[in-house]
């Protein structure tokens, strides 16, 4: 490929060159985590910080990425991935649950895979924003699967008469757009509160937007 540096084939130490290559991408992962994500944050990280703190050069960085974005890029793929994997870990079965029981489970399974590690809710809900036009279609795009996932989830409750029968497309937009800000002015300490009450008043807006009584307490 023109412009990145192609690693050397074959085995060395016992390991394979696809090996390595796996190798040296987790250690670039791992220090852009910890830097963009507990650190001094994206836009003041360089290239060499990234490579000094993976143990690696500058060489073995361009092997992998062509920039530094590219590696932000990856890493809120990551962090979304990882959210998204424990909602659907949980969704089968919820359906013979009722509606307030479920969209609490699917929630909280979101926001506990959005915020187990505090570095994927900085990057997820900080660091990403504003960096480039290609980033913020990445963000974009991201932001339009969830609006599908809860408004197919809305649609189906409708058609077993849980909720009112309307198009609740616009309902997740804003309740995704909630999430957003709310979740990044609480990451960079605007908003005063714990993680527990961020939680419970999003799924607070979530309910009462689908007409859905809250869950009774224990």
């Known amino acids: 490929m023109t412009g990145r540096i192609t690693p050397a084939a074959g085995r060395y130490g016992g390991r394979s060159a696809g090996e390595r290559q796996a190798e040296r991408r987790r250690r670039f992962q791992e220090?852009?985590?910890?830097?963009?994500?507990?650190?001094?944050?994206?836009r003041a990280?360089?290239?060499?910080?990234?490579?000094?703190?993976a143990g690696l050069s500058t060489r073995q960085f361009y092997e992998?990425?062509?920039?530094?974005?590219?590696?932000?890029?990856?890493?809120?793929?990551y962090v979304n991935d990882i959210a998204e994997q424990s909602v659907?870990?949980?969704?089968p079965g919820l359906e013979e649950l009722a509606p307030a029981d479920r969209y609490t489970r699917l929630f909280r399974?979101?926001?506990?895979?959005?915020?187990?590690?505090p570095r994927h809710t900085r990057i997820a809900f900080v660091e990403i924003i504003g960096v480039s036009p290609r980033l913020d279609r990445q963000r974009l795009d991201r932001r339009a699967r969830w609006i599908d996932f809860l408004s197919e989830q809305a649609r189906q409750a409708a058609e077993r008469g849980e909720i009112p029968s309307r198009d609740y497309r616009v309902t997740a937009a804003a309740f995704i757009g909630a999430i957003n800000g709310l979740m990044h002015d609480w990451a960079v300490g605007w908003v005063d509160a714990t993680?527990?009450?961020i939680i419970d008043e999003l799924l607070q807006i979530l309910l009462d937007r689908l007409h859905v009584s809250p869950p009774p307490t224990a």
């Open 195 to 197: 993680l527990d009450q």
């Open 109 to 117: 399974a979101y926001a506990a895979g959005a915020t187990a590690d």
């Open 88 to 91: 659907l870990a949980v969704l």
């Open 45 to 53: 990280t360089r290239i060499t910080d990234v490579c000094k703190a």
């Open 64 to 77: 992998e990425y062509r920039t530094l974005e590219d590696l932000l890029a990856e890493l809120h793929l």
């Open 31 to 42: 220090a852009g985590l910890d830097l963009f994500g507990a650190g001094p944050g994206y």
